[in-house]
């Protein structure tokens, strides 16, 4: 090979290191796969575990079977049209709807617990209402958000990654020792062997699978297969790292026969996602419930979009990138109740991908958004992913989010820590957090601070918020701060 070809092949290469460009496929689609594979199970999770617990509240179907699985098909084709949306903004005169950044969107588990409420009581078609005109509510926030970004510095933003990075550790473990269903199983046998009852052999069948040798195997082999390749891997393999585990896990489930194709072989070859299959009722209690969600929709995706930034580039999104992917944040859930599922939200996973690999390229991210749109058309594609066991994704999620709350702790650190700033972390924490994770002191407090520590993530951000605006930062902490964000500078231009 010429040298000049050689220089422009690895000039290719490159470019999966820079945010523009189209590398070629072969290497792009990889990249893409990876993003899909470490979200797929969570982005359909919320519909089958909404469906599953609204159908069992009321003892009757609330969600049918032919819903369910319309809902799963077009949650794959939204959080594509969505992330592409978030990748190439779409421009309306000096506002955009879109982020510009390499965000991956999937269905939001924060809105699972109100949807829960509100399906038993008004039905699935009154949520899908609320979900559409609730949107506003985030969309606004989004357009205002240069007003807003003052009362959101470094010091917020890095305490609420933190904890988003904290609630999701315990995730990760739980699907790595076999999901969500085994572990509530798992609890339920015990509790009932403890009050000397009868276990079912339903409920000890699936207790039996939590952190069974075969699924600690299974996760175990992809968390090392992926640090193993982190570190002394080269090249694709080094990049590709978190796919390549994925993928050896799989392969290891499908050995020791803990994947079940039934439903691969049931799923239809060709459908068509159709808006308004599930027609939307518009009632102003849910409106009200779900609006309330969507501030936290926001703050979580302000948050994720910093992860991005701070570990892509090393300092944090401009205006006019948070501004549109909050936009898009709830345009994108619009979109989604539109057709029929529910809600989208920057994926925090796709910030621990970024941090690992430091792949930041739209391209790469926009192949892994073109599969998931071919998944909302091909319902078998979606279902070779969605039987994918819960420790394979698990075992590569772990590390993922343990760097979403090491970027808040990157943050942080870039604030500094003088006295003024670590009083006002001890307060966020010490209030917003241990309040806040304390859900039986939560329950015997006033309504209104019930509302305000419900979610951990939400009191952190508005005790930090609060804790801010009442010690002003000194001339010394700005100082600090804005010398920090120039080194940031100095060493991106020296990459």
């Known amino acids: 090979m010429e040298p000049s070809v050689k220089k422009q092949a ?3 290469r490159a470019l999966i290191y820079q945010l523009e460009g189209r590398p070629p496929l072969r290497i792009a689609l990889p990249l893409g796969l990876q993003h899909v594979l470490s979200m ?3 982005n359909l999770a919320p519909v089958l575990v909404l469906a599953g617990i609204v159908s069992s509240v009321t003892g009757e179907t609330i969600v049918t079977p032919q819903q369910r699985m319309l809902m799963v098909q077009c949650c794959m084709f939204a959080s594509g049209m969505t992330t592409l949306v978030q990748l190439y903004p779409l421009k309306l005169g000096a506002f955009q709807i879109g982020a510009g950044l390499p965000i991956v969107m999937g269905t939001a588990f924060a809105f699972v617990p109100t949807m829960r409420t509100l399906g038993a009581e008004f039905g699935i078609n009154a949520v899908l209402g609320a979900i559409i005109v609730g949107s506003l509510v985030e969309i606004l926030m989004g357009l205002f958000i240069r007003p807003l970004k003052k009362f959101f510095p470094p010091l917020v933003i890095g305490a609420v990654l933190i904890t988003i990075g904290l609630h999701l550790l315990p995730v990760g473990v739980q699907y790595l020792a076999g999901g969500a ?3 509530a199983n798992a609890v339920l046998a015990a509790r009932l062997t403890a009050e000397g009852q009868e276990v079912p052999s339903a409920v000890a069948a699936l207790a039996a699978q939590y952190a069974s040798w075969q699924n600690l195997l299974i996760g175990g082999l992809v968390f090392v297969t992926i640090i193993l390749l982190q570190r002394f891997g080269r090249g694709m393999f080094k990049i590709s790292a978190i796919l390549i585990g994925i993928v050896a896990g799989y392969l290891a489930a499908i050995i020791l026969g803990q994947v079940n194709f039934q439903a691969v072989r049931d799923a239809g070859l060709v459908s068509v996602p159709i808006p308004f299959s599930i027609k939307p009722v518009f ?6 419930a779900m609006a309330a969600i969507y501030v936290v929709s926001g703050l979580e ?3 994720n979009i ?5 570990a892509a580039f090393d300092r944090e999104a401009t205006i006019k990138e948070t501004s549109g992917a909050v936009v898009a944040d709830a345009a994108g859930s619009m979109f989604a109740a539109v057709f029929n599922t529910l809600p989208n939200t920057a994926f925090g996973q796709n910030a621990g991908i970024v941090a690992m690999t430091r792949v930041v390229n739209k391209w790469c991210i926009a192949t892994g958004a073109m599969v998931l749109i071919l998944a909302g058309f091909v319902p078998k594609i979606g279902a070779v992913f969605s039987v994918m066991p819960s420790s394979v994704l698990g075992g590569a999620v772990v590390t993922v989010f343990a760097m979403i709350m090491l970027n808040g702790i990157k943050l942080l650190s870039k604030a500094g820590f003088s006295d003024r700033n670590l009083l006002i972390l001890a307060i966020t924490f010490g209030v917003g957090f241990a309040v806040g994770d304390n859900k039986l002191l939560v329950e015997r407090l006033p309504t209104v601070l019930q509302y305000v520590f419900k979610d951990t993530v939400v009191a952190v951000c508005i005790i930090s918020v609060l804790a801010n605006i009442l010690f002003p930062a000194s001339d010394s902490d ?7 964000q120039k080194e940031a500078a ?3 231009t020296a990459v």
């Open 283 to 288: 009632m102003l209690e849910p409106i009200i």
């Open 301 to 303: 995706t302000m948050g």
């Open 181 to 183: 269903g085994p572990e």
């Open 10 to 12: 690895a000039d290719r």
């Open 478 to 484: 700005k100082a600090r701060l804005e010398t920090a």
């Open 40 to 42: 797929f199970i969570g």
């Open 306 to 310: 910093n992860g991005i930034t701070v």
């Open 490 to 492: 100095v060493e991106d």
